[in-house]
Each structure stands twice: as C-alpha cells, then as structure tokens.
C-alpha cells in the first residue's frame, strides 16, 4: 500500500495546485442557498476521477458533484475511491484560505487509505491501513487530552437546519465542560486536527462520506477512534459522525449525542449506538 499512498499523494497535491492556480471561476448553488459549487470543484473532480481509477483499473468512483458522472455503487467488495474535490467550498468561495483535497479509498465499507492535502498551508495528511498516519511524511498520534481539556470541531448543520437546534444543544453541553469550540468549515481537515492532536472531539449531526472518509482513516491510523450512525464505521452512506481521541471521550461523546436526539425529535436524525 505504500507505493499507492505516494501515488494518490502526488494526486492529490496536483489536485490542489488547481485549487490555488483557477482563474474565472463561475460559482454556483445546489440544494440550498447554503451550498456552493464551483467550476473548480467540478474540475479537480474530473482530474481526481481520471487519475485514481487509471491507478486501479476497474474501482469505482464517489464524488460530491453531481454534474460529473459517477458509476459508484455500494457494493462492499469492490474498491470505491470517494474524494471531495473541494472541502470547504464555502470558504474557498469568500477567499477564507481553509479548504482541502480530500481522497480516500474504500473496501468493505471502511477506509483502507486516505489522503487529505490542504495547498495554502502546504499539509498532506495521509494514511494507509496499518501503516500509520503521517503530515508530511511526519508519523502524527491524537493527543491523551481528558475531556475537561479537550478542544471540540463541530458544525451546525447549515445545509439542514432543521437540526441546528440539535447541534447547538450538544455544542452547549461540550462547551461547559471542555475547553472550547472550533468551527472552521472543512470536516475532513478538523477530523485531520484531531489525528495530530490539535484537538480532541468531533461531532457532526450529518455528513456525505466524502466529507469523513478520507480523515477517518488518518485519525483511526493516528489512534483515535470514529462511528457513523450504526456505531461502527461505514463509509458508503451519509451519517452523524462521533469521533475523539480516547475511546472514553467518544463514550462521554456519544452519551451527549444520545440526550440531544431525544430532545430534538424535529432533528430526524436515527442513532443506534
């Protein structure tokens, strides 16, 4: 897996040299006023979808824009690259410089490799199943904060906020007992935070697996630990996401996540951990 790594490495550090060097670009909206699309995103996607299935001839494919087909399926044993071609599209389109190239590859549901490149900052965060997980080319570990201390990432469900209530609940309840609260705009570059232990916990009412694929494997690579819905981990559907650095923190996590859904029947969202 190692020489595959650094192949998608230098994918994907291609990938953000467009991100930075675009000119014109025509911004758009999807779904909701909330969601930005741009004609970078679609052409890192195209890029990104030409490089990595020639890497892997007959994988599929899962991308965040629509408008460039996908023949991605769900079939578990088939290995499935899922990449944002812009995560953080939003804070690429007011000129706030936190977006990355997010790429992972997938089997049986879960990421067996993931790289996440943010161009401004010159950081490539990567991993390959038990290879470990690396920031230029540096081995990264969580950190061993308690939650008292614990630095928390989370959003407010901006596409849906039908459940902002939900998530500002749990973010009122970690605020009094952790340290603070981040929100920067790009999940899989938080989840990256967490894995290098600038932060300790995680959550996000929903997310597509292209936002957390990717840094889900960083951070279990880097030893923390991470669950979608089911309480596992499945990369093929969208999902809430609980993720720390100890696996007591992701217990406390998971007790709050649970308090807050019952309080907020209008927020829809289905646990079963």
């Known amino acids: ?18 991100m930075l060097t675009e000119q014109d670009v025509h911004v758009d909206t999807k779904g909701t006023k909330e969601n930005y699309v741009t004609s970078t995103d679609l052409k890192i996607q195209k890029f990104l979808r030409n490089e990595l299935t020639a890497l892997l001839p007959g994988s599929g494919f899962m991308g965040e824009e629509e408008d460039i087909p996908s023949d991605g399926d769900t079939d578990p044993d088939r290995l499935m690259w899922v990449v ?13 410089p936190m977006s ?3 790429i992972a590859l997938v089997k049986d549901r879960v990421p067996i490799l993931g790289v996440v490149r943010h161009p401004r900052l010159n950081e490539t965060f990567s991993a390959a199943e038990g290879e470990g997980a690396f920031l230029n080319g540096t081995p990264i570990h969580v950190s061993e904060r308690t939650r008292g201390h614990c630095m928390v990432c989370t959003a407010w469900s901006c596409y849906n906020k039908s459940r902002a209530a939900l998530c500002f609940d749990v973010s ?7 340290e603070d ?13 967490l894995a290098k232990g600038s932060c300790d916990l995680y959550f996000e009412a929903f997310l597509s697996p292209w936002d957390y694929s990717a840094a889900a494997c960083i951070l279990k690579e880097a030893g923390g630990t991470i669950i979608t819905s089911s309480g596992g981990l499945d990369c093929t559907r969208p999902s809430p996401i609980l993720a720390a650095n100890r696996t007591d923190n992701l217990d406390f996590l998971k007790g709050v996540v649970r308090e807050a859904v019952t309080r907020h029947p209008e927020a829809n969202i289905d646990i079963a951990f």
């Open 172 to 178: 009122q309840t970690l605020y009094d007992i952790c």
């Open 181 to 193: 609260i981040r929100r920067i705009g790009t999940a899989a570059y938080e989840l990256c935070l």
């Open 84 to 96: 944002d071609p812009i995560d953080g599209t939003a804070n690429y389109v007011r000129g706030i």
């Open 1 to 18: 897996m190692e020489g595959l790594r650094e192949k998608v490495i230098a994918i994907a550090e291609a990938a953000g040299e467009i």
């Open 100 to 102: 990355v190239v997010s």
